[in-house]
């Protein structure tokens, strides 16, 4: 117990789809989590085209607004001369950076900040994370990160976290669960109840409830605005509406529409979902064709999934790699280990094969004009409309007479889930972020907090008391 009080401050992603920055402080120590970037690609200043500079990443991030100007967590050399901050050199205060998973939206600036910071990912993140950064998926900067088990407490100062597994569309995804000098809180990160195994979800609302829960900090992205002319308040119920398409119901779906193709399918994923990666390989599998991943796909699926049940697409630029004599190690051993399969190969026998294609090498597609077929698109990028990309994408798809599918399902839980998880909880102060809409999520049994982004918050007796609006 300390006499030192317990402050909140929240700093970015209350009302978009991640880049949640949140920091909780006591005294000397402050834990900060999330690290992401806000996924707004209509919008983003770094559109892909604009080139990063690598000696100013953490300068150009802050100016830009992209990551939050907190003293103490950034490198002198970093900061540059005209940011107002002080650097993680100079300050005396002991932080630590919680991941709750590797979502770009919650980890995409981690790298930015400074060595000596611990950064915790859980054990399953960090094996994920350094498959990524082994095929040039890394984040931004090096460093290396700590590692935190699920529903093993471990402490920073005052503060006691315990990871808690929850359901979401990628390994290693977790809440933190965390005891301060004056209440609990539970920050959520990004979850759903319709994920493989619902039981995940279950244990871990039951896990969550045994640790006790003041404060819940929960994600929202899935709620919307009130239709027009109605104002009923969002009625949480677990039950799954036969609109939600579960990830379980997911092979069945895909298998449905690779068996009625009788020429080429191709699917689009997200390859850091590796239930959906199983599930594409199994599909190929039951359907009787060959499975040709992408070869940074195709190393996830051994290092993460132990198989070896598939081939690895050698699209032009992986050959012009080979030619040249500059194919990174990494891949020469995988392409050494596997067999491989060329568009050559497609053209002849295009029912063949169950074929991936991200969108980044869409152009691979080129080689395969005139064949047609089926094109599933999983959660693979872009990942909907709102993306300037998807558009293109859907052009490409019509020239190539390839027939678009859309066979996925989101990571996050749709409206009556997030409000039945925020009443099982219960909590006394109910803080929804992350989210275009968050004040639709009730507080059935407390108060509900949409916080102001600079202003301070005390913790006290398990509520939040605002008390600085100056910054
Ligand atoms: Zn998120
Ligand atoms: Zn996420």
Redesign the pocket.
């Known amino acids: 117990m300390t006499d030192s009080p317990t402050y909140i401050r929240f700093w970015s992603g209350l009302t978009s789809i991640?880049g949640t920055v949140i920091s909780l402080e006591n005294g000397r120590h402050r834990l900060i989590f999330d690290f992401g970037l806000s996924y707004n690609p209509g919008e983003a200043y770094l559109d892909g085209q604009v080139k990063l500079r690598p000696t100013a990443l953490v300068q150009d991030h802050l100016h830009l607004n992209m990551i939050p100007p907190i003293d103490g967590i950034y490198g002198h050399q970093n900061i540059g001369p005209s940011l107002d901050l002080v650097a993680a050199e100079e300050s005396d205060r002991q932080s630590a950076v919680l991941i709750s998973?590797l979502?770009l939206?919650?980890m995409g600036a981690m790298g930015l900040t400074h060595s000596d910071i611990p950064v915790y990912l859980t054990e399953d993140s960090h094996r994920l994370y350094q498959a990524l950064e082994h095929i040039g998926e890394g984040v931004a900067g090096t460093r290396t990160y700590s590692t935190c088990a699920f529903d093993t407490p471990f402490t920073h100062g005052p503060f006691t976290i315990t990871p808690l597994a929850v359901d979401?569309?990628?390994p290693g995804?977790c809440s933190f669960h965390i005891r301060t000098p004056h209440g609990s809180l539970l920050y959520t990160?990004?979850f759903r109840l319709h994920g493989q195994h619902p039981e995940v979800a279950y244990e871990w609302l039951e896990k969550a409830k045994a640790l006790g829960i003041d404060i819940l900090i929960s994600e929202g992205t899935t709620l919307r605005p009130h239709e027009e002319g109605q104002n009923e308040p969002l009625l949480g119920d677990p039950a799954h509406p036969a609109t939600l398409i579960t990830e379980a119901a997911l092979p069945a779906k895909v298998q449905d529409i690779v068996g009625a193709t009788t020429t080429l399918a191709v699917f689009n994923l997200y390859h850091r979902n590796l239930v959906r990666l199983a599930t594409m390989l199994d599909v190929g599998q039951m359907s009787g064709r060959v499975v040709a991943l992408e070869p940074e796909t195709a190393y996830l699926a051994t290092k993460l999934l132990g198989r070896n049940d598939f081939s690895v697409y050698i699209g032009e630029n992986t050959h012009a790699e080979q030619l040249s004599g500059q194919t990174t190690p990494w891949k020469k051993a995988l392409l050494a280990e596997l067999p491989q399969v060329t568009a050559a190969m497609l053209r002849q026998n295009p029912s063949g094969y169950f074929v991936q294609n991200s969108y980044p090498n869409c152009l691979e597609l080129l080689d395969l004009l005139g064949i047609g077929g089926c094109y599933i698109h999983s959660n693979g990028m872009p990942l909907g409309s709102f993306d300037p990309a998807y558009p293109r994408l859907k052009k490409l798809l019509e020239r190539l007479k390839l027939d678009y599918h859309y066979v996925g399902t989101s990571?996050h839980a749709i409206m009556q889930h997030l409000q039945y998880v925020s009443d099982e909880l219960a909590p006394r102060v109910l803080v929804p972020l992350h989210s275009f809409n968050p004040h639709r999520l009730q507080a059935n049994h407390g108060q509900q907090l949409l916080p102001t982004l600079g202003v301070v918050y005390q913790m006290q007796a398990g509520l939040l008391q605002e008390i600085d609006r100056s910054h």
């Open positions: 991640g998973h979502h939206d919650h979401h569309d990628i995804a990160g990004d990571g």
